[in-house]
């Protein structure tokens, strides 16, 4: 028996490209072991009601489970996949054959489903133009609610990231005032330990100065002290000379003397 349960049905509406032929619309409504087909090309339409029996020989065949059947199905029917080839074709009597093509395991596979003419295909071909209104209503309003949360998320960000930045800011601010500050202090300290320092370089310097002035009045009076003694010893070593040349001078004088007397003396005999 069929279940006829829509709480667990899925609609799809695929706009099917086939080459060398007007678009069409397929629209499938999925259950967990059957599905219905319905394909308009705006004029005409032609469904496909496939039974819980159909789907079981049909996925028996290929050595697949129900519920893996139907999701390859949807997944082909839902979705134009690209490198498939799609055809519908007539099968006589006014049917219509959709096939479509893919691989399994390597092996290039084809499924064929039979559809048969509508009745009522202004009805189907409305139906399936409803759906598709709807789905643009819904899809914008989805758009428009992810657009919106979207929005809602990035002002969300933006003012998360503001607050970040701004206690950044705050807290860069609090570092460059720690860093002036403790700047500050180390240069204070740098500072007097650097006068402490010239201080003490001062008074070395002084000292310093001190003791090479004392040095140098020790060896100017040793300087002195010796040119004095030379001094002394050359005026008495001049003094000397001087009188001895006075006493030559004195005994020259008067052996002259002495020997004009003779002469003198002699002339008178």
């Not at 082909?76 to 009597?93: E, K």
């Not at 007097?192 to 100017?220: C, H, P, T």
Request: aromatic share 8%; charged share 35%.
């Amino acid at each position: 028996m069929e279940s006829s349960s829509t709480t667990t049905a899925r609609h799809t509406c695929l706009e099917l490209e086939i080459p060398s032929t007007d678009p069409l619309f397929v629209k499938g409504t999925w259950f967990d072991t059957h599905f219905h087909l319905s394909v308009t090309d705006g004029l005409r339409a032609w469904l496909c009601n496939a039974t819980e029996e159909e789907v079981q020989e049909r996925a028996a065949q290929w050595d697949q489970p129900v519920a893996e059947y139907i999701e390859l199905a949807e997944r082909y029917l839902g979705f134009q996949q690209p490198g498939t080839v799609y055809r519908f074709v007539d099968a006589g009597d006014d049917h219509k054959r959709l096939s479509w093509t893919f691989e399994r395991e390597g092996t290039k596979l084809e499924w064929r489903w039979k559809f048969q003419p509508s009745y009522d295909s202004r009805k189907i071909t409305a139906g399936i133009l409803d759906f598709l209104m709807d789905a643009n209503i819904n899809l914008s309003m989805l758009i428009r609610r992810i657009l919106q949360e979207e929005v809602v998320r990035k002002t969300q960000s933006f003012e998360k990231l503001k607050l970040e930045a701004e206690k950044c800011l705050e807290q860069s601010e609090r570092f460059t005032n720690e860093k002036m500050e403790f700047e500050s202090e180390i240069y204070a300290k740098f500072l007097g330990v650097l006068n402490s320092k010239k201080a003490k370089l001062r008074e070395l310097r002084d000292q310093l100065s001190k003791q090479e002035i004392a040095g140098k009045a020790s060896v100017d009076e040793e300087e002195s002290t010796d040119k004095t003694e030379s001094y002394h010893s050359g005026s008495n070593a001049e003094e000397s000379e001087e009188e001895a040349e006075k006493n030559i001078t004195s005994s020259s004088k008067d052996i002259p003397a002495g020997r004009d007397r003779g002469r003198k003396r002699a002339t008178r005999k």
